[in-house]
């Protein structure tokens, strides 16, 4: 029951963020004259892995909002189909609300939904998002599941202009546990990384773009040993094609 | 109620029946063409641009407004000066026309010059809802020409206005294609060294902000009358004609740099206003500004009208002719410029330094090596191969510009480039006087959120700035973002303060460049309520709006008495 509290308090900080404002909506030209709600979905990746010991995933990792400056509601989705057990690796979903603290910076809570193949896990999530200085997309969160468990991840990403269309992008994820949840094959401490290359061309405005791309994905410790045990890899190479999409 | 309404037609007619005007428009959906791609949008009359309308001064208009569109409209007639309630801002002035619905707007004429009309409703402007007007004036003009052109801009995007807010939103630089690549970085190292070009990189990505954010929305067809580069809109001519050539930039985004090679222009009026002639190789506009030239033409050939957008991503392109079909050379756009340091001061000196933790002595260096840099970049725009290196100084200043900001315009030939320090009124309006008051107004926002505001503080939590009828407020813009804001009060002349006192001119947009302060004065003479915003579309819609509300005077049928009076002074 923990993560409830945390999400619920997040989120009623939130809502406060967004009422305030409104005190001195007398003025009917405020509506009329500014474009206050905004929406969008977007996959960041949309993707085939071919892994060097001949796995295969499909990968979605994408998000839809809607929301004001102040308060976003933002769905976040990631998933990985694995082809040889026509089944889900991976499947959370996030429904989170996020609100700016800073310039650059954007606090998130909320929960996280995961019911991939095997035993589903609810956590309660705290995050923050934004751009880091140098233009390193960053975005972190810890999360508390139903079963009492913490762990944090890490993300940044930086695109590298190659032209204005062509763009190599880096990307760097991690997670962290602070304890073991062996039913889901996590173990204590830096349970995994993934290092991402992907060079993409913006064929259709921001809408569509299509990339080729490396990934390298590795457990640590435990979290390998879980891995050995129950038959899986510990670190696999892949060749990526997909598409980054923008609506 | 009823008897008062009567009252004032009856006094209206009886003083307008040698001198009244009816107009109808109807606003509709239409296609715009632009030679590149094919849009629906917004039109008056069945087309994009809508009609020109032409006014005589002294003239009391009865103009029908019919919506056809299924959402609310209006009409906003910019730079007129007239009772509030006509004035056509939704919230403000009047609750705006419901679909079906015909509103009629009725006001007497009391100015002369070049202005134009717009829809003040969502992203109608930018999706087509535009047209001109050109105001006869009572007496004799200063300046005498043998024809004229209505030329009006705009930067057509292939995406409707509320995509474009949606885009920007989501990521600030979703439309900019001039952001510097690994291949400049190379160029740029080769040229001043690979640490001092990764100094430079390391400056501007530490404040996360851009030196190529200079147009938020690239890829738009800059039309002329409504045509695209390829249409090419022509006016046609006779040999030895004067032409004026009534320059209005309706854009939504967009300043363009204006010339016509071989042709010198002179300057005859801004935003409607008579200056003293200037005689120009080339001139910006500012969003929503206009800019009346003449030129001759002493022979039979045909002349480009060249319109570059600021930021270089776009143009419009016209032709002066003898006879329709003949053209002539279009120009290279000019390499794009890249803002400096310089522009960034206004960001930095205010709480800008907060967030990154920048020292000032790698500062001082970098400012340096980029102003440098910038003043290369000058030469080779103006194709002065002979001045050498270290002769930024000599470079033509403009005070309305940064020192060293990778915005100063310069002619293409090398020639003369309108400055605001230019314009000075033709025959003042008013007495020139001390203001009652100064009002310092900062421009703000964040550029990566796409969120615009006002002294930090965005129109909807904003309240209203009150003025007293009768005083003369002084207005001090201070730039603190590194975008070029056009600053449009509604109702009230604003007076720019270029330092020549009673022969500061009269404007309706006052340009503020990057990290500039800029001033002008306002004789507060119209009561009511009236909108003021940066009338770049997507940076009035983020919150770079506010209401004015005048308090006292008289109401606004006495108000009409008044304005008869500037009439009065004018001729």
Redesign the interface.
């Known amino acids: 029951m923990n993560h409830l509290a945390v999400s619920m308090c997040g989120l009623s900080l939130a809502v406060a963020a967004l009422a305030n404002p409104a005190v001195a909506q007398e003025d009917p030209a405020k509506k009329t004259q500014t474009a206050k709600t905004f929406w969008g979905v977007s996959a960041e990746k949309f993707e085939y892995r071919y892994s060097d010991s001949d796995e295969e995933l499909a990968v979605v990792e994408g998000d839809a909002y809607y929301g004001t400056d102040e308060l976003k509601f933002r769905w976040l989705f990631e998933g990985e189909w694995e082809e040889a057990h026509n089944a889900w690796e991976t499947l959370e979903n996030q429904f989170v609300a996020q609100t700016p603290v800073d310039d650059f910076w954007d606090a998130k809570a909320g929960v996280r939904i995961d019911t991939p193949e095997g035993p589903d896990r609810v956590y309660g999530v705290l995050g923050l998002t934004g751009l880091a200085p140098y233009w390193f997309e960053v975005d972190t969160n810890l999360y508390v599941s139903d079963e009492g468990d913490a762990s944090v991840d890490f993300e940044a990403e930086y695109e590298l202009l190659v032209t204005n269309f062509w763009i190599m992008s880096a990307s760097f994820e991690s997670l962290v546990a602070f304890s073991e949840d062996r039913e889901i094959g996590v173990g204590k401490g830096l349970n995994s990384t993934e290092v991402g290359l992907r060079l993409s061309y913006d064929l259709i405005d921001r809408s569509f773009a299509p990339y080729l791309g490396v990934v390298h994905e590795r457990k640590y410790g435990d979290t390998a040993d879980l891995a050995r045990d129950s038959g899986g890899s510990t670190e696999d190479w892949f060749a990526v094609v997909g598409a980054r999409l923008s609506f | 109620m009823k008897k008062s309404i009567l009252m004032v037609l009856l006094a209206g007619l009886a003083f307008s029946a040698a001198n009244a005007g009816e107009y109808d428009i109807s606003v509709d959906r239409v296609q715009i063409d632009t030679g590149d791609f094919n849009k629906e949008g917004i039109g008056y009359n069945g087309a994009s641009p809508g009609p020109i309308l032409r006014f005589k001064e002294g003239e009391q208009v009865t103009i029908n407004v019919t919506n056809n569109l299924d959402e ?1 409209t209006s009409i906003h007639w910019h730079g007129l000066i007239l009772p509030f309630e006509q004035d056509g ?4 002035s009047f ?2 026309i419901k679909p079906g619905e015909t509103f009629t707007y009725q006001f007497p004429i009391v100015q002369a010059g070049t202005y134009w009309f717009h829809s ?2 969502g ?1 109608q402007e930018p999706n087509g809802a535009y047209g001109a007007i050109v105001i006869e004036p009572e007496g004799r003009e200063p300046f005498r020409y043998d024809r004229e052109y209505v030329v009006q801009l705009t930067d057509k995007h292939p ?1 409707s206005g ?1 995509r474009i ?3 920007l ?3 600030a630089d ?1 439309y900019n ?7 400049d970085f190379f160029a740029e190292s080769g040229e001043k060294g690979f640490m001092a070009t990764l100094k430079d990189r ?1 400056m501007w ?4 902000m851009m030196k190529a954010d200079i147009e938020d929305v690239q ?1 738009f067809t800059g039309l002329i009358n409504g045509k695209g580069p390829e249409q090419n809109w022509t006016g046609t001519f006779e040999e030895g004609d004067r032409i004026r050539l009534r320059f209005i930039n309706s854009s939504a985004m967009t300043y363009f740099d204006i010339r016509i090679p071989g042709l010198e222009m002179t300057v005859v009026q801004a935003d409607g206003n008579n200056v003293q002639p200037v005689n120009v190789d080339e001139f910006r506009i500012g969003v929503a500004e206009t800019y009346d030239v003449i030129v001759h033409i002493k022979d039979k050939e045909a002349y480009t009208i060249f319109a570059e957008s600021m930021g270089r991503s776009g143009f419009a392109r016209g032709t002066l002719a003898p006879e329709k079909g003949m053209t002539a050379e279009v120009p290279e756009l000019r390499e794009a410029p890249l803002l400096t340091m310089a522009d960034m001061a206004g960001h930095m000196e205010h709480g800008g330094m907060d ?2 933790n920048m020292n000032h002595d790698d500062m001082a260096g970098m400012d340096h090596s980029d102003m440098g840099g910038n003043a290369e970049m000058d030469h080779s725009a103006m194709g002065h191969g002979s001045m050498g290196q270290g002769e930024g100084e000599t470079l033509p200043e403009d005070p309305f510009y940064a020192k060293g900001s990778g915005l100063m315009p310069t002619a293409s030939n090398g020639g003369k480039f309108l400055s605001y320090a230019d314009l000075k009124a033709q025959n003042p309006l008013y007495e020139d006087r001390e203001p009652t008051r100064e009002i310092e107004l900062r421009l703000t926002g ?1 550029m ?2 796409y ?1 615009w505001s006002i002294n930090g503080t ?7 700035i009150v003025l007293q009828y009768g005083e003369r407020v002084r207005f001090k813009f201070v730039n603190e973002t590194m975008m070029t804001h056009p600053m449009h009060l509604h109702g009230m002349w604003s007076i720019l303060d270029v330092g020549e006192g009673k022969w500061n001119p009269l404007k309706h947009v006052i340009s503020v460049a990057p990290a500039t302060t800029v001033y002008m004065e306002t004789e507060v003479d119209a009561p009511g309520e009236w ?1 003021f ?1 940066c009338h770049l579309s ?1 940076h ?4 770079m ?1 506010r ?1 004015i509300v005048v308090e006292g005077g008289p109401d606004s049928a006495v108000a009409e008495g008044k304005q008869s009076e500037h009439q009065g002074d004018e001729s």
């Open positions: 609310m801002v939704p919230g403000i609750p705006g003040h409703s992203f995406h509320d807010m949606r885009n939103k989501m990521s979703y294609r001039q952001q510097q690549t690994v291949g390391m990505g530490d404040m996360r890829g967030h990154g964040n990566e959120r969120e965005k129109y909807e939590d904003a309240d209203p909108a915003h997507y009035a819609a983020s919150g709006f209401k």
